[in-house]
């Protein structure tokens, strides 16, 4: 199969190209990135050399670009991770936000259309259903999202819901929970303290940590999206979950704990604007389909928290030049 993987130099993208290659040595892989910020191709260092990836610099919100590698390669399927992802950048200047997320999956659906590929999984989130005090989001659960995020993936993931009405295109759109793992930029809330607190420096704890986040391992979020581009049941959305809920507040204890550290590192800031309280999805359909998580909660943290500890070279440099004036907007640090 010819795969064209769109941000797979981002965190997410990154660990899933790693993971099909392994799995599956006779698919050629189509890397699209546009090397923003986030795009860092350190975090394939130890694949580039694999004779079936090849790495395409380009931007999913050129047409024409999307269209020609389509051609080009015989693509068969399109894996979507490439987007705008932090929220507070969302807050901050939500302008390329509305351009790749919603612009580019737009581009993409047309390549799906003009080229009549078996396959097109966006990768979405579960922030498109906003937030929640009790129960579970399901996949019928209205779009209600709250940040220039998440309102430009709701945006993408319904014209995705259009195109397959339409013009009855293979897609299948993902709302997952959130992800840790390794390769994780170090602006997202895991990274960032896990390296913060390597630094001696405190962690940023928005408001009073109280807010809830349901979390997977990165490596099963990569194992879902495998088995939905080969299972996945064309026009359908797939929500992707644990059932492991923590506090942002309980995170952090595990980081101090794990660090021998005291809890005058946390340091109690301004709360994030429109925050979202608390995400969690039934992933009963998936699970109904044959999916299931496989990695353990604590086992798979702490194993993230050793892969910081390990790979300084990789974090150290991210956390200079551009990083820092946003750093220091966002903080007020
Ligand atoms: P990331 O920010 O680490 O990586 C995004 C990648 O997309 C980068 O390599 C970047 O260079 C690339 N990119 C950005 N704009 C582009 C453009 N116009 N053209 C081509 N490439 C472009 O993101 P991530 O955390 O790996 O998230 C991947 C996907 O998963 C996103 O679509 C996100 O919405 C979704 N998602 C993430 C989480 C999470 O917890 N991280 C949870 C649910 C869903
Ligand atoms: O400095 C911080 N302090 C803090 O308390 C940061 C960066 C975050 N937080 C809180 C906000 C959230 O409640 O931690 C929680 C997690 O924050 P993020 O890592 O920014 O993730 P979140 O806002 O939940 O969004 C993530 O999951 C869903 C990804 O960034 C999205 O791309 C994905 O769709």
């Known amino acids: 199969m010819n795969l064209l993987v769109t941000g797979g130099a981002g965190f997410a993208g990154s660990n ?27 975090n394939l ?46 807050i901050l200047d939500p302008a390329d936000f509305v351009k790749t997320d919603v612009i580019g999956t737009y581009n993409i659906l047309e390549a799906v259309k003009e080229f009549k590929l078996q396959k ?16 579970q989001f399901t996949e ?8 220039p995020y998440s309102a430009s993936k709701a945006g993408a993931d319904l014209l995705c ?67 939905l581009l ?6 359908e959305v797939y929500n992707i979950g644990t059932g492991v809920e923590k506090k942002n507040i309980q995170i952090t204890q595990i980081f101090l704990a794990e660090l021998g550290l005291d809890k005058k590192m946390i340091e109690f800031v301004k709360d994030r604007p429109g925050h979202d309280w608390r995400y969690a999805v039934n992933s009963n359909k998936l699970k109904k389909l044959g999916w299931s998580p496989e990695y353990d909660f604590d086992d798979a943290m702490r194993e993230t928290i050793r892969w910081y500890q390990k790979n300084e070279w990789w974090w150290k440099k991210l956390k200079s030049g551009e990083y820092l ?6 903080y007020g640090l």
């Open 140 to 147: 019928e659960s209205p779009f209600l999202p709250n940040s």
């Open 161 to 227: 819901r259009s195109y397959v009405k339409t013009y009855k295109l293979p897609v299948v759109v993902t709302h997952s929970c959130n992800f840790y793992g390794p390769y994780q930029y170090p602006e997202k809330m895991i990274p960032l303290f896990v390296t913060n607190l390597m630094e001696g420096k405190k962690v940023p704890l928005y408001g009073k940590g109280e807010n809830t986040r349901e979390w997977i391992y990165v490596l099963d979020h990569c194992r879902a999206i495998d088995f």
């Open 230 to 235: 080969h299972k996945g049941v064309n026009g």
């Open 325 to 330: 004036k946003y750093y220091k907007k966002q």
């Open 16 to 42: 899933f190209i790693r993971y099909i290659l392994r799995k599956y040595p006779n698919y050629r892989i189509f890397n699209l990135d546009k090397l923003t910020y986030a795009g860092n191709l350190d």
């Open 120 to 135: 097109f999984v966006q990768i979405s989130t579960d922030e498109v259903y906003g937030s929640l005090t009790k129960g």
């Open 45 to 90: 260092k130890d694949i580039e050399g694999n004779a079936n990836y090849k790495f395409i610099k380009g931007d999913i919100v050129d047409q024409r670009m999307v269209f020609k590698i389509c051609r080009n390669n015989k693509i068969d399927a399109i894996l979507n991770y490439a987007a705008e992802t932090h929220v507070d950048r969302s």
